[in-house]
T-cell receptor
């Protein structure tokens, strides 16, 4: 089973600042998904990246898949208090139909 | 409304008392899965099902059973719960294997405490 290391585990910043969350693996994934989870709820899909080097933007969120499809990053520009939550990455391992999950980044945006 | 429904939301039980957590989806999804979420460990897959009557073990299947007799339901059964199964459980579904362009939908979770 592949491992997906997510960093940082915890991040607390002021509103308006920028931040980047990373997911890294030593193995290749067929695709990678980013989810956001709020307390008391299940994760909600933000984006799926498929092609090596792919960049997708969702308003102030920018997602990038590494060229070798082993890593990914989530960059938030001008963070807002509404961005607070647990961010999870998940790599697709098509060979055995499993999603490999990172441990999550707990993000707190202070007003 | 398209959704994955889990019940109950909260459950406190004692060691050894069999329990079932129900999961139902109304989106005609083929793929369903159970996860447990523990602090610092992220989501770990317990079992998954690619379609009716097709179930497979995930990373942490010990102590759990599942069944998929009909497309919409995927119950999680703990025959003899133990304290190390205290966790937050999520059921999820997608139209097919959740990679590429498939979206995985999650239920709201079941917080289980085994005393």
């Amino acid at each position: 089973t592949q491992l997906l290391e997510q960093s940082p585990q915890f991040l607390s910043i002021q509103e308006g600042e920028n931040l980047t969350v990373y997911c890294n693996s030593s193995s290749v994934f067929s695709s990678l998904q980013w989810y956001r989870q709020e307390p008391g709820e299940g994760p909600v899909l933000l984006v799926t990246v498929v092609t090596g080097g792919e960049v997708k933007k969702l308003k102030r969120l920018t997602f990038q898949f590494g060229d070798a499809r082993k890593d990914s990053s989530l960059h938030i520009t001008a963070a807002q208090t509404g961005d607070t939550g647990l961010y999870l990455c998940a790599g697709a391992e098509d060979s055995n139909y499993q999603l490999i999950w990172g441990a999550g980044t707990k993000l707190i945006i202070k007003p | 409304e398209a959704q994955v429904t889990q019940n109950p939301r909260y459950l406190i039980t004692v060691t050894g008392k069999k329990l079932t957590v129900t999961c139902s989806q109304n989106m005609n999804h083929e793929y369903m899965s159970w996860y447990r979420q523990d602090p610092g460990l992220g989501l770990r897959q317990i079992y998954y099902s690619m379609n009716v009557e097709a179930t497979d073990k995930g990373d942490v299947p010990e102590g759990y059973k599942v069944s998929r007799k009909e497309k919409r339901n995927f119950p999680l059964i703990l025959e003899s719960p133990s304290p190390n199964q205290t966790s937050l459980y999520f059921c999820a579904s997608s139209l097919s294997w959740p990679a590429t362009n498939e979206k995985l939908f999650f239920g709201s979770g079941t917080q289980l405490s085994v005393l």
